[in-house]
Structure formats: structure tokens, C-alpha cells
């Protein structure tokens, strides 16, 4: 199993800048891709940005330019550097993983949710 602990949100002014982080633990899995969504209250869950182990990256269009995923593999942590940021950039930022465990199934995984609040 993996679990997903992420940290890092918060109440920011437009124009500032956050820092999301997710780490994850366990033991027994390889991690394949991790990434952040977004919720926003009356909205679905989109997709913010994802990494893959290999690097590659890929971004929703409203935040290509201002925000940065990266990640460390050795401590399987992920980071999403946030700037510039909007308050339509307010949500519930939830991080996900891809895992492929030692039976050769993958699962995915959900962190419980960290708010982000831009305010105008």
C-alpha cells in the first residue's frame, strides 16, 4: 500500500507564490507517475500537472507558465511550485501516484487534500 502525504498549502495573495508537497510511503511498489489535481467547490477534479519517473512532464493549459512540477525519485516526493498565482487557482490540491507493486498491477493512489486559497 502507499500512502500519500502532502503539505505545503495555504492563504496566499494574487501574484504570490506556494509550494505543494507530496511524499510517498511503503514499501513493496515502484512509483510509475505522480501528480496533482484540483478541486474547486461545484467543480470536478482536474488535472494540474503530472511527472512521470522518466521526467516528463505535462501541465493544464491554465497554469503552463506559472506552475513547476518536479520531483525527487529517492525519496519518492513531489513537489508543484505555484506562481503567479490567481484566485481562480483556489481549490482542494489532492496529489496522486501510480504504482506498480511486486504482482506487476498498478494502483493508483490519493493524498487526503491540501486547500489553497488565492486572495484578489
Known amino acids: 500500500q502507499v500512502q500519500l502525504v502532502e503539505s505545503g498549502g495555504g492563504l496566499v495573495q494574487a501574484g504570490g507564490s506556494l509550494r505543494l508537497s507530496c511524499a510517498a510511503s511503503?514499501?513493496?511498489?515502484?512509483?510509475?507517475?505522480m501528480g496533482w489535481y484540483r478541486q474547486a467547490p461545484g467543480n470536478e477534479r482536474e488535472l494540474v500537472a503530472r511527472?512521470?519517473?522518466?521526467?516528463?512532464?505535462n501541465y493544464a493549459d491554465s497554469v503552463k507558465g506559472r506552475f513547476t512540477i518536479s520531483r525527487d525519485n529517492a525519496k519518492n516526493t513531489v513537489y508543484l511550485q505555484m506562481n503567479s498565482l490567481k484566485p481562480e487557482d483556489t481549490a482542494v490540491y489532492y496529489c496522486?501516484?501510480?504504482?506498480?507493486?511486486?504482482?506487476?498491477?498498478?494502483?493508483?493512489?490519493w493524498g487526503q487534500g491540501t486547500q489553497v486559497t488565492v486572495s484578489s
Open positions: 496522486n501516484s501510480l504504482s506498480q507493486h511486486k504482482g506487476g498491477d498498478y494502483r493508483l493512489h
Open positions: 511503503g514499501s513493496g511498489f515502484r512509483i510509475v507517475a
Open positions: 511527472i512521470t519517473s522518466g521526467g516528463s512532464t
